[in-house]
């Protein structure tokens, strides 16, 4: 029996819970698409001097600028570097402080790489971005 739970819990885990959560999302999504068809159709049948497209882009996603886009892609910067940052140190106090080292029993060095991975690659597109979007502020205001 502890076989069996030992071989459906990592099943449950890997397989059942990613497939749940995407299906969360998807039907998170259609439920507000229908929900703003409804909206829309009742508005339209009940008042005709509502005009449809406005109330379609109240209704529709809001879109971010390109200042609030490069915003983010800032702070996620910073928090994926300092993430990475901080497991270098973890990793670092516990390969001097373990009895016997190997890298291979580490992993805390593949979530430092990947974080500060991660990090400084938002930082890149940050500072690229930044420079197009400055750029493109220019050429407007002349």
């Known amino acids: 029996m502890e076989e069996i ?29 229908n929900k703003n068809a409804e909206i829309i159709i009742k508005a339209i049948e009940n008042n005709s001097s509502i005009d449809a497209d406005s109330l379609v882009e109240a209704l529709g996603k809001k879109q971010k600028t390109p200042r609030e886009v ?13 993430i990475g940052i901080a497991a270098c140190i973890y990793s670092a106090i516990a390969a001097n402080t373990a009895a016997y080292f190997d890298i291979n029993d580490q992993p805390s060095f593949i979530v ?31």
Do not use: E, S
């Not at 749940?20 to 039907?27: A, K, N």
């Not at 400084?120 to 493109?136: E, G, Q």
């Open 5 to 33: 739970l030992a071989l459906l819990i990592p099943i449950a885990i890997c397989v059942v819970l990613p497939v749940l959560i995407v299906w969360i999302f998807y039907r998170h999504a259609t439920n507000k698409d």
């Open 70 to 82: 490069l915003q983010l892609r800032l702070l996620r910067g910073c928090i994926f570097t300092f």
């Open 112 to 142: 430092a790489g990947l974080g500060l991975a991660i990090g400084i690659a938002y930082l890149v597109v940050y500072f690229i971005t930044r420079k197009n979007i400055a750029d493109n502020d220019d050429k407007c205001a002349k």
